[in-house]
């Protein structure tokens, strides 16, 4: 996990890069030419079509996690043929270099990163507001899923847009369906709801043949539910509203449910070990988790339905994960990589990474969706439609110690699951703790 603080010569830079930018344009565009304006007489009128920068010939880095092969085929291979002239190199951190200390040694115009960990790059400094960019460049925010794009400028006190998403992580519930058959008991339906599967989760956490079934798992992290229910963690004021809001109540006595179930909590079960004992055990009956490849290739006789969902929420699933594109503010190539960002959105691109296993941020696009896995053999085990059925949860109020305090509401609900701790208890404990480590936070 990166730093919360910056190091001084990361605030160096930006204090540069903010001078430069108030001296001069901010860089090039989304649909093309030369990245300088110009002001006076000969200024191109408002409505004036935007340059294209498609053919500039120029070097962009990428800071990226995931491998060389990788990187060639979900960028370099794909951006290439809009970009013909430009040369796309990647960058990564390692155990002695930090992204923290990349971006202060490295020009790096593009950051690939996980819409869940923006908070990292917000307590940096990092994100360039795409705002003016957008509207310089003309691009159409509405293709994109409007929770998705409010969840972005959550991240940002000044509600900014700090990246383009560019894939859609939604959850889905994953059942083995040789566990359901061993019991002779119907398989989850569509529209579930927690209260539902907690009750058929009932019929299927047995002991047959030695071994102990598990019925459900709640998740591998408790974000999704926290998500589900946009919950934040404090409010504006930095106090903790854990002890205070209904919904946290909610969530905690929807874990201590699903865990009260005979069977459903075998000794040493812990927060996040679902994916080991579904995939590789093959004792757990369902298990809620994103879309993933990996999980389709497990081995698992899957079957795949809706996200269970809060019968007071409906039609609502986890808030967003995802991927998504960033501008540091220290790139000298803004434009550049803004165009470069936008035409990975564009249908063009996502229908190949569709077909690669990615979900497409791009809102209500039938044409793209429906395209998931094309022409590979994984695709039988998922309708393509189901991981779109449900909305994506409205956004919550974000703030810097939103990371610290979900480690201890983790903590406090293991303790209810594991100690029995009186849910009031828990919920007042926690919230003190949270209030302790702001204070502390806002003392140095």
């Not at 990428?62 to 040369?87: A, C, H, M």
């Not at 940096?124 to 705002?131: A, F, G, I, K």
């Not at 293709?143 to 700090?162: F, G, Q, T």
């Not at 969706?369 to 991981?387: H, Y």
Request: aromatic letters at 8%; a neutral charge; glycine letters at 6%.
């Amino acid at each position: 996990m990166l730093r919360k603080k910056p190091v001084i010569a990361f605030v160096a830079a930006l204090i540069l890069a903010v001078l430069a930018g108030c001296g001069g344009n901010t860089g090039p565009s989304a649909n093309a030419g030369g990245e300088s304006g110009s002001t006076g007489a000969g200024a191109a009128k408002q409505d004036a079509k935007p340059p294209d920068l498609s053919n500039q010939k120029a070097t962009i880095t990428i800071f990226s996690g995931t491998t060389p092969d990788l990187f060639k085929s979900n960028y370099v291979d794909l951006l290439s043929k809009r970009f013909p002239n430009v040369t796309f190199e990647q960058v990564n951190t390692s155990k002695e270099v930090s992204l923290q200390q990349l971006v202060t040694t490295t020009n790096i115009d593009l950051i690939d990163e996980g819409i869940t960990n923006m908070l990292d790059l917000m307590n940096l400094e990092v994100p360039l507001n795409l705002d003016p960019l957008v509207k310089k460049y003309q691009y159409d925010l509405g293709r994109l899923d409007p929770k998705i794009v409010e969840s972005i400028r959550a991240y940002s006190k000044n509600k900014e847009l700090v990246a383009l998403p560019t894939a859609y992580q939604p959850f889905v519930l994953y059942y083995n369906k040789d566990i359901f058959d061993k019991f002779a008991v119907p398989y989850p339906k569509d529209g579930n709801t927690w209260d539902d599967l907690i009750e058929l989760s009932k019929k299927v956490a047995r002991t047959a043949d030695g071994v102990q079934y598990r019925g459900l798992d709640p998740g591998l992290n408790i974000n999704r539910m926290q998500t589900q229910l946009s919950l934040p963690y404090v409010d504006a004021s930095g106090k903790s509203v854990v002890g205070s809001l209904a919904g946290w109540k909610k969530m905690y006595q929807t874990y201590q449910t699903i865990y009260s179930v005979p069977g459903n909590n075998p000794p040493g079960a812990k927060i996040g070990d679902g994916t080991t004992q579904f995939t590789k055990d093959k004792t757990l009956a369902m298990y809620p988790h994103l879309v993933s490849v990996a999980l389709l290739q497990s081995g698992v006789n899957l079957g795949i339905t809706t996200f269970p969902q809060f019968k007071d929420v409906p039609g609502v699933a986890t808030g967003v994960f995802g991927e998504s594109l960033v501008i540091p503010k220290t790139s000298k190539q803004q434009d550049l990589a803004f165009q470069i960002a936008a035409y990975y959105t564009s249908d063009e691109v996502q229908i190949t990474l569709e077909k690669l296993g990615s979900l497409t941020p791009l809102y209500k696009n039938t044409n793209v969706q429906s395209k998931f896995l094309e022409g590979d053999p994984l695709a039988k085990a998922i309708d393509p439609a189901i991981p779109y059925k449900l909305k994506v949860a409205d956004p919550y109020y974000v703030s810097e110690w939103d990371r610290d305090a979900q480690k201890l509401v983790k903590a406090s609900l293991q303790d209810v699951i594991t100690k029995h701790t009186d849910i009031n208890t828990a919920l007042r404990e926690v919230n003190e703790k949270i209030n302790g480590l702001v204070k502390a936070s806002q003392s140095k």
